[in-house]
Every structure is written in structure tokens, then in C-alpha cells.
């Protein structure tokens, strides 16, 4: 049996979905029964709770081969990161209980770093807060996920693509959400390792590649545009983010554009992912058509 949080989202799904694949049992926690119903259709067994509650999570853990865990992601955090401070907590609360025999936990190309990354921010508290728990933890650091790059099926219809990402042809990792799920199932299940492990996961794409691969899923000519650096706060409001916190966002693709969350991190590890922005495209192309 293995626990599985986030099961609803876009990460936590593709792990059920790798897991149930190599016939594993699959245990989730869930808030919403309702919401969750598919996975209950697919054997999964889910268990009321949030990442709010320690006795939740640790009663989710009893007699689990191993968990994978992430954060709630908060994209106007407070500016002491309250919010992922208090789920980190909790999960080490949780985990210090109930020990299980291995942790992967979600995090972030630049979680390395203590500063001057914005939203990564988070991650880097919970790499530094699962430092001590009893049991091996590996840390999947991915790149950039190209799923953000999906409301570009809309907003390239005109040949743009806007990116926060400043030149469009300098590199950096990004990843598909199905890759991170196949290497967390990998791991999961995969021989045991003691002590910490960091894994780089994502390959080198620039703007212009992501760009050019939507166009041919749309069969039009689409180029990347960089928003000026003046708009990106009015841009990231347009995505949702409450005016006057687009700080933590800002600041992130800021360190994107810098170089700071590159690979190659002394004592990592990587993996490549093997799915393109072009796979992801299409599926969800797909996936509206069908």
C-alpha cells in the first residue's frame, strides 16, 4: 500500500495512475469524497483529511510500504510563508510517528537555495524541515511543468505565446507532470536507498522549442514573446493572483531567467524527462475534442 497526497491534482494523479499500473495498492487523502470518486472506482482506498491535520496524515500512513507528499501549492503565499510552514509540520509530525519505510516528497529546481526565489521558497523550507525525519526521503527537484504552458491552446491562435521566460532561446529544465508521476512511482517501489536523495528531474527547453512545439499541435506558426518585465504583475493578475501579491511569482521566473534553478546541483542526481511540451499539447487537445 502507498499513500499518495494530492491524488486530485495533475502530480499526485499521475503517481496513482503509475502506481495502479504496476498493480500496487493505492491509498489516498482526500477532503472531498466526491471529488476523488474516480480513484475510489479505480480501488483506490481513500481516507478522510487534509494536509492540515498531523492525525489525519498519520492515520493515512498506518502500514503504508511507502508516501509521496507535496505542497498544497499557494501562488500569493504570506511573506513569512506561513502556510507552508504549517503543512510541513504537520507532515513532519505525522511522519516522525509513523516512520514509514520511504518518503518522496515534491519539490523544486532552486529548492537548494534559501532566498531569491520566490514561490520555491516553500520547497526549500520543506527540504530543510524533512532534513531530520527518520526515514530515507528523496526530494524530486523538477523543472518548470509544461502543463503551465496550456492556456497557450487559446492564446496562440493569434502566433503568440507569452512567456514569463527572458530570453525565449536561453534553456531551462522543464518537465511534464506524467514524468514526475512515473519517477515517484519508480521510486516508491524501486530498490530501498538510506539517508537523503536528491533528484533533478526535467530536461533543457527554451521558450522558443515550447512555442514551436504548439504550433504544430495548433498547425499554425507560433513564436514565444517575452513579457516585458513592466507587465508582469498586471499579466500574473490576469492569471488569478490577488493584485499586489504577485511578489513571489515575480521573483521566481526573475531567478528562472538568471540561471538559478539550472541543473547540475553538487550531489544530485538527474533524470530526464522523457514526454514534450508537443505530448502534452496534443493530449489536452485531445482530451477538449474528445
Not at 187 to 199: K, N, Y
Not at 254 to 272: F, K, P, Y
Request: without cysteine; negative net charge; hydrophobic residues 45%.
Amino acid at each position: 500500500m502507498y499513500l499518495v497526497m494530492g491524488i486530485t491534482g495533475k502530480v499526485g494523479g499521475a503517481t496513482a495512475r503509475h502506481l495502479l499500473k504496476q498493480g500496487k495498492e493505492v491509498r489516498a487523502l482526500v477532503r472531498d469524497r466526491e471529488r476523488a470518486a474516480k480513484w475510489a472506482d479505480q480501488g483506490v482506498e481513500l481516507v478522510e483529511g487534509d494536509w492540515n491535520d498531523s492525525t489525519a496524515i498519520a492515520a493515512a500512513l498506518k502500514g503504508v510500504e511507502g508516501a509521496f507528499v507535496m505542497l498544497p501549492a499557494v501562488w500569493a503565499p504570506s511573506p513569512d510563508y506561513r502556510e507552508a510552514k504549517g503543512v510541513i509540520a504537520n507532515y513532519v509530525e505525522a511522519l516522525t510517528k509513523a516512520v514509514p519505510p520511504r518518503v518522496v516528497a515534491l519539490s523544486s529546481m532552486g529548492a537548494n537555495r534559501t532566498s531569491g526565489v520566490g514561490n520555491v521558497t516553500a520547497l526549500s523550507l520543506l527540504e530543510q524541515g524533512f532534513r531530520s525525519l527518520p526515514s530515507p526521503v528523496a526530494f524530486v527537484r523538477a523543472g518548470g511543468f509544461f502543463e503551465n504552458f496550456l492556456f497557450g491552446l487559446q492564446a496562440a491562435q493569434g502566433g503568440t505565446l507569452p512567456v514569463f521566460y527572458n530570453p525565449t532561446n536561453r534553456k531551462s529544465t522543464m518537465v511534464a507532470s506524467d514524468d514526475i508521476g512515473a519517477e515517484v512511482a519508480t521510486l516508491l517501489t524501486g530498490p530501498a536507498w538510506s539517508g537523503p536523495r536528491v533528484i533533478e528531474l526535467g530536461s533543457i527547453v527554451s521558450a522558443d522549442e515550447v512555442a514551436g512545439q504548439l504550433g504544430e499541435v495548433l498547425t499554425l506558426d507560433v513564436k514565444a514573446f517575452a513579457v516585458p518585465r513592466a507587465g508582469w504583475a498586471e499579466a500574473f493578475e490576469q492569471f488569478g493572483i490577488p493584485k499586489g501579491h504577485t511578489g513571489p511569482a515575480e521573483e521566481m521566473y526573475e531567478s528562472v531567467n538568471a540561471g538559478w534553478m539550472d541543473l547540475g546541483v553538487t550531489g544530485t542526481e538527474h533524470i530526464a524527462g522523457t514526454t514534450s511540451a508537443r505530448d502534452v499539447f496534443a493530449a489536452a487537445q485531445n482530451a477538449v475534442k474528445a
